[in-house]
C-alpha cells in the first residue's frame, strides 16, 4: 500500500523550502528524506492520506527511531521535520488537521563531539604542513583547508562552497555563505593565510581547468572539491596524532569554538563567528571549557 506523502505531495513541498523559505540544498534533502522514511512508516501501518494521519502515528514513527538507537537530536530533527510539513499541508489546504501540532520530541542532546586540545590542533596542523613540504598541489590544497577550517570555525559545507574571491587575505578575513544564505565575515590569522597564499600561488593553478570556475578549493580533476574529500585528508592526518578522538571537519569546527571560548573570547563574538541564529548554541561550547576547567581543578587542586 502506499503511504500518504505522494511524488507529487513532496515536489511541491521542496519547492517551498527552496523558493519560499530559502532553505539550503543540505536541508532540503535532509527533510525530503525524513518525510520519505515517514511515509514508509504510515504505509506500513495502512495509512494512505494525509487526512488519516493522527498524533499517535506520528509519535510511533519517533519512538520506533528511538527504539532503533536513533540520537536524540536526530529525532528531534524529524520531529522538526514533521511539524514543518503538517503546518504547511494545512495551511495550504491539503490536509484539514494538523496531527503534530502539539508533537514533542526528546530534547537534543547537549553533548558535542570530541574536541582536539589546542595542542593536539596545532599537531595536526604542523603534520599538515609537513606533508605540503612536498610541494604535492593537492598536499597544499589540504593544508590550506584544514587550517582554514580551525582558523575561522566555518562549515565543510561552507568552506568548499568558497569562490577565490569570496578570500580577503591582507585583512584575514573569508565571506562566508552560510545556513538560510545568509552572509557572514570570518577572521583567520597568519597560519591559515601563508597557507592560503601557498595554495594560490602554487597548488591552485596546477589543477585549474576551464571547468574550475572560481571555486577557490579544487579537487584533482580540477572541479570544486567536496566535502568527502575535506574529510578523507583530515583522518588521514589523524591517524598519525595519537589520543585524538575520531572526527570529521565538524570537529575542527567544535575545536575552534572551545579554544576560542578557552581563550577569553566573548561569547556573542563567537556566535558571529560561527554563524550560530541562537546564543544557546554557541553556550554548549562553554559547557566544554567550564568541564575542562572543574577537571584541571580536581587533578590539581589538594582539595578538589
Avoid: C, N
Amino acid at each position: 500500500m502506499a503511504g500518504p506523502v505522494d511524488p507529487e505531495l513532496l515536489a511541491a513541498f521542496e519547492h517551498h523550502l527552496r523558493v519560499e523559505k530559502g532553505r539550503s540544498a543540505h536541508t532540503v534533502r535532509a527533510y525530503l528524506g525524513d518525510l520519505r522514511a515517514l511515509d514508509g512508516f504510515l504505509a506500513g501501518r495502512g495509512v494512505g492520506h494525509l487526512d488519516e494521519v493522527v498524533l499517535a502515528h506520528l509519535r510511533a514513527w519517533l519512538g520506533s527511531l528511538g527504539s532503533a538507537g536513533a540520537a536524540r537530536s536526530s529525532v528531534s530533527r524529524r520531529a522538526a521535520t514533521a511539524r514543518t510539513f503538517f503546518a504547511w499541508a494545512r495551511r495550504t489546504g491539503r490536509t484539514s488537521t494538523d496531527p503534530a501540532l502539539r508533537l514533542r520530541a526528546p530534547g537534543r542532546d547537549s553533548s558535542l563531539p570530541g574536541v582536539l586540545r589546542a595542542r593536539q590542533a596545532e599537531q595536526l596542523m604542523d603534520l599538515a604542513a609537513v606533508a605540503a613540504d612536498d610541494d604535492d598541489p593537492l598536499h597544499l590544497r589540504d593544508r590550506a583547508a584544514l587550517e582554514l577550517l580551525y582558523a575561522s570555525g566555518m562549515r565543510v559545507g561552507e568552506l568548499t562552497g568558497l569562490d577565490v574571491d569570496d578570500l580577503d587575505l591582507p585583512a584575514g578575513t573569508a565571506k562566508v555563505l552560510g545556513k538560510g544564505d545568509k552572509e557572514r565575515i570570518v577572521p583567520f590569522g597568519a597560519p591559515a593565510a601563508e597557507a592560503l597564499e601557498h595554495w594560490l600561488g602554487s597548488g591552485r593553478p596546477r589543477l585549474v581547468t576551464p571547468a574550475s570556475g572560481p571555486a577557490l578549493f579544487l579537487g584533482r580533476r580540477g572541479r570544486r572539491v567536496d566535502q568527502r574529500q575535506v574529510r578523507a585528508a583530515l583522518h588521514r592526518l589523524l591517524e598519525h596524532l595519537p589520543d585524538t578522538a575520531s572526527m570529521g571537519p565538524h570537529g575542527l569546527r567544535h575545536s575552534a569554538a572551545t579554544h576560542l571560548l578557552d581563550g577569553g573570547a566573548d561569547l556573542r563574538a563567537v556566535q558571529e563567528i560561527l554563524g550560530h541564529s541562537s546564543l544557546a548554541t554557541t553556550q554548549l561550547y562553554t559547557h566544554v571549557s567550564v568541564d575542562r576547567l572543574r577537571a584541571a581543578y580536581e587533578q590539581a587542586h589538594p582539595r578538589a
